[in-house]
């Protein structure tokens, strides 16, 4: 298993020099803008415009700004400067950090249990009217897009422009560090929001795989030897959950996304609006940065699931 | 010399027409120009141009911004939404007050002197104005004239020093160090001198923050920096400055990219030597969120405002719920359909003519959100410019094309016609290239001038596109022959109309990407017009001559004008707000305050 473990984390490396090469041939090979054009104002003259170049590295051959730029990030954990700000993008990253985390934790949490049990119920009540009703309100989860959602709560239940002035509104993020409860509050919409259409995909899911499973001939034995009710779904659920455990790895680009519209629905400064920002000015070492961060936060994701799936497969093993 | 009582009168009588056009807008709001007191105001709401200037001291503003600012360096800032904290912490040498284009001396003691060749401009400077900690020091003219030098130093490259200072004598030389051109007679004086006879033209660019103080003992270190981070410990000579750490730092205390700025007091600030009245303790400003959220909390909210251009459906709820917390300026700008004057269909002026008759003006004007956000334009020089009313006020140039905003096919067929189609429409086989913005309301206006276009009989290829690569692969670039881009334009980086038509008629602008000069104009008679243009002295002489020029441009039918912005800005409810009318309606923090 530590071999496995080892050799996962090594191709997590090579991944991630791959998406950083891909990155500098999407920014830098294919520029989408040109910063230096557009720091060179509305008139914008040749000269002055190579001048810029030439402060920002923008001149140096192609393979030296790609040796460069992936010697800094590799060797050093240096992923540049905002060419706008000239705030190192790894403080930009550790600032917003912890912010992105509050929300995307909560929020995979939120999917995960609210998902497995609207799932597991309507699996086990099957063609209920409460099953209609929660695959109903899923299969709405899944449609609506979350910028829509996130609008539509604020414009409800905000404290400040909702109907029903229940939760903070936009902008009231604060770090747990500052005050755990307004933290918690402030976060409650956001999380129901970027959770709403993972946990829906997740309840769909379960219920399928649960109903399924719970037809296969071991259940049956196991009720015809007088097994518990609670029991056998115990076991129903063990196995028809491994299937989600794969998919929760994927879910995490997903959620990741997502955080992107809800931090800026929200004005919950994070990597996500980092992100959206740097893109609209291209400013690519920031986009880089965070592109690269969310990368490894993909592949983390994926080899900690592949790993729990072993725990909790026992037919799995990994060599 | 010219004399400064030739400017103040000048400048006397262009504010009391402002103020007159303003007061006389009884019929003000029409989308349809019917005279120029509509321009300047909107029926109900309020305008910077009669905006109350007093107000009550103290209180905290929240600013409310989705995008972050781009530059706060004063030697660098060129975008409108980064003038509202530069212009409160930066004293240029003049300044515009919020309800004038009349530049005001400001770091400068008294209008600045131009020599009888209009070859040197001298500028006397007001005693007694201090930069913020850490340099607490008094404000010299060695201090102007290194912030002037910084502007081309290539780690701080302003973008603008050579379009607006490029007859400074030894500027191509310049790179950071002293330029021939600048001299500092003595502590309080600085004089420009020039190998060209521009002088009038760089006295009105003295408005531009490039001319606001920095310390060159303090910012050195920081503009070796490539690019220079003199930003991120910045200091002030204005009434407010970024708030700042014991060594000046800024970066991470007042300035949070992408979270907040926050604005405090400067304590070196002497309200004797300003015409700030600096009301507000604290102006807290948060970045980040998104327009329709926005909106909503400045218009339910009590001391915020929101400092962006507001989408259709914000103006349209204040408008409905909110109207006396809307503020609406003139001045933002002109909206235009670039066509190609060098190659294809549209090098044929009668074709262009065709073009301006044929365009329902209107409905271009209505797709934009209407009276609320602009004016139906008959000519280049927009309201607020200097040589508006010279150009023909609200009505423009009386030519039978530019009679009808709502369009005239029957005008429209007439110079058909005369370009040698005898039917009427055009007969010409190629389709043509149009290239428009996909988001609205520029999708909008690009279709109904494609179908213009093919009511005329063109057969037309309609491309919509991102804005920024709209300008960027297609109208900015000559190469690519664009036929037509429908949603161009263009604001003033101060109001001296040169600055509205020069880059983007002259045909010594066109550049081979990022070029402004949309349409290629290469006319030899309008060139050299703006060639002589630029030497002309005094504003009123000035004004005429680039009205003349905008006129031969309407004539020529460069390129079709149909909408002077007007900019929206929301308040509120506690919020006494004053918006700048030579910024896009931008709040002006140094007048604004709470209730």
């Known amino acids: 298993m530590i071999r496995y473990i080892i050799r996962r984390l090594l191709w997590g490396v090579v991944l991630l020099i791959v998406v950083a090469a891909l990155m500098f041939i999407l920014f830098r090979v294919l520029p989408t803008g040109n910063p230096a054009l557009l720091r060179a104002g509305r008139d914008p003259q040749p000269k002055l415009v190579k001048e810029i170049e030439v402060v920002l590295g923008l001149s140096k051959p192609l393979t ?142 379960m219920r399928s795989s649960l109903s399924e499973t719970m037809e296969e001939d071991y259940i049956r034995t196991a009720r015809a030897k007088g097994l518990p009710e609670r029991q056998v779904v115990r076991q129903g659920v063990r196995s028809a959950i491994n299937p989600m455990i794969t998919l929760f790895g994927l879910e995490v680009g997903v959620l990741l996304g997502g955080a992107i519209l809800v931090e800026a629905v929200f004005n919950i400064p994070g990597i996500g609006e980092l992100f ?36 909790l497969d026992p037919r799995v093993r990994y060599s | 010399m010219r004399s400064t009582p030739t400017i103040l009168a000048t400048a006397a009588a262009a504010l009391a027409a402002l103020a007159l056009a303003a007061c006389g807008s009884s019929e003000s709001g029409s989308s349809t120009a019917t005279g120029s007191a509509s321009v300047l105001s909107t029926a109900g709401y309020q305008s910077p141009a009669t905006e109350s200037l007093s107000g009550k001291r103290g209180g905290t503003l929240v600013v409310l911004q989705e995008s972050d600012f781009e530059h706060l360096d004063p030697g660098i800032t060129y975008a409108a939404l980064d003038y509202p904290v530069v212009f409160a912490t930066q004293r240029p040498l003049y300044s515009n007050k919020p309800n004038s284009t009349e530049p005001t001396p400001d770091m400068a003691a008294s209008a600045p002197e131009v020599s009888a060749d209009n070859k040197t401009v001298t500028v006397h400077l007001k005693e007694g104005i201090h930069f913020s900690p850490p340099v607490n020091r008094e404000v010299t003219s060695e201090d102007v004239a290194y912030a002037i030098e910084r502007g081309l130093n290539p780690n701080v490259a302003n973008p603008y020093i050579k379009t607006y200072f490029n007859s400074l004598e030894g500027i191509e030389q310049g790179n950071g160090g002293p330029i021939k051109g600048i001299e500092t007679p003595n502590k309080h004086e600085i004089v420009f001198h020039l190998d060209e006879s521009k002088g009038s033209f760089v006295a009105e660019a003295l408005v531009l923050p490039l001319t606001a103080a920095v310390p ?223 988001s609205p309301p520029e999708k909008e206006d690009s279709e109904i001038v494609n179908q213009t276009l093919k009511n005329m009989g063109f057969n037309t290829k309609l491309t919509l596109v991102e804005i920024s690569t709209m300008y960027a692969k297609y109208c900015g670039v000559p190469k690519e022959e664009i036929d037509v881009c429908p949603n161009v334009g263009w604001i003033a980086d101060f109001a001296d109309p040169q600055t509205v038509l020069n880059v983007t008629f002259n045909g010594k602008s066109i550049e081979p990407t990022g070029n402004v000069n949309y349409g290629q104009t290469d006319d030899p008679k309008i060139n050299a017009a703006m060639t002589a243009g630029e030497t002309v002295v005094g504003r009123q002489a000035r004004a005429t001559a680039w009205a003349k020029i905008d006129d031969e441009l309407v004539e020529q039918a460069a390129a079709i004008p149909f909408d002077w912005e007007k900019t929206p800005r929301l308040e509120g409810k506690d919020v006494h707000g004053v918006a700048m009318i030579w910024n896009e309606g931008a709040w002006d923090y140094s007048f604004t305050s709470l209730k």
Request: a neutral charge.
């Open chain 1, 64 to 205: 030296v700004q790609f040796w460069d730029y992936m010697k800094e990030i590799f060797f050093h954990f240096n992923f540049g400067y905002s060419y706008y700000s000239q705030e190192s993008v790894k403080s930009l990253i550790a600032e917003r950090l912890p912010a992105t985390l509050s929300l995307t934790f909560g929020a995979a949490v939120l999917w995960v249990v609210g998902g497995l049990s609207v799932g597991i119920v309507s699996a086990l009540r099957r063609h209920s009217l409460l099953d209609r009703t929660l695959m109903g309100g899923a299969l709405l989860a899944i449609s609506v897009p979350e910028f829509w959602l996130g609008l539509v709560f604020l414009f409800l239940f905000s404290s400040d422009i909702g109907k029903f002035k229940i939760f903070p509104g936009a902008g009231s993020y604060v770090p747990l560090t500052t005050d755990p409860w307004k933290w918690f509050t402030s976060l409650i919409m956001p999380w129901i929001v970027l959770a709403a259409g993972s946990a829906a995909f997740f309840a769909r899911l």
């Open chain 1, 276 to 311: 959206y920002k740097s893109i609209q000015t291209s400013d690519f070492p920031v986009t880089q940065g965070t592109v690269l961060l969310g990368s490894m936060f993909i592949i983390l994701a994926n080899i900690v699931v592949d790993v729990a799936y072993a725990y």
């Open chain 2, 216 to 438: 060159k003992e303090y910012a050195e270190k920081f503009d070796k920096n490539k690019p220079s981070n003199y930003a991120s410990y910045e200091v002030a000579t204005g009434p407010y400055m970024l708030k700042n750490n014991a060594e000046g730092k800024v970066l991470g205390i007042g300035y949070v990219p992408g979270k907040s700025a926050t604005l405090v007091r400067n304590p070196n600030w002497n309200p004797a030597t300003d015409f700030r009245p600096a009301y507000l303790n604290e102006i807290a400003i948060k970045l980040g969120g998104s327009e329709p959220v926005i909106d909503r909390q400045v218009l339910e909210g009590t001391n915020i405002v929101q400092n962006e251009p507001v989408p259709q459906s914000g103006v349209r709820l204040a408008a409905e719920h909110y109207k006396d917390q809307m503020d609406i300026s003139p001045g933002g700008g002109n909206r235009y359909i670039a066509v190609d004057n060098k190659v294809g269909p549209f090098a044929n002026i009668d074709l262009r003519k065709a073009l301006w008759a044929a365009t329902d003006r209107d409905a271009l004007d209505r797709a934009r959100g209407g009276e609320l956000v602009g004016t139906v334009a008959t000519h280049f020089i927009y309201p607020t410019i200097a040589g508006f009313e010279q150009a023909g006020g609200a009505k423009g140039l009386k030519v039978d094309y530019n009679e009808h905003p709502e369009g005239d096919m029957a005008v429209a067929e007439k110079y058909i016609k005369l370009a040698g189609y005898p039917s009427g429409k055009y007969t010409g086989s190629k389709p043509i290239q149009v290239v428009g913005a996909s």
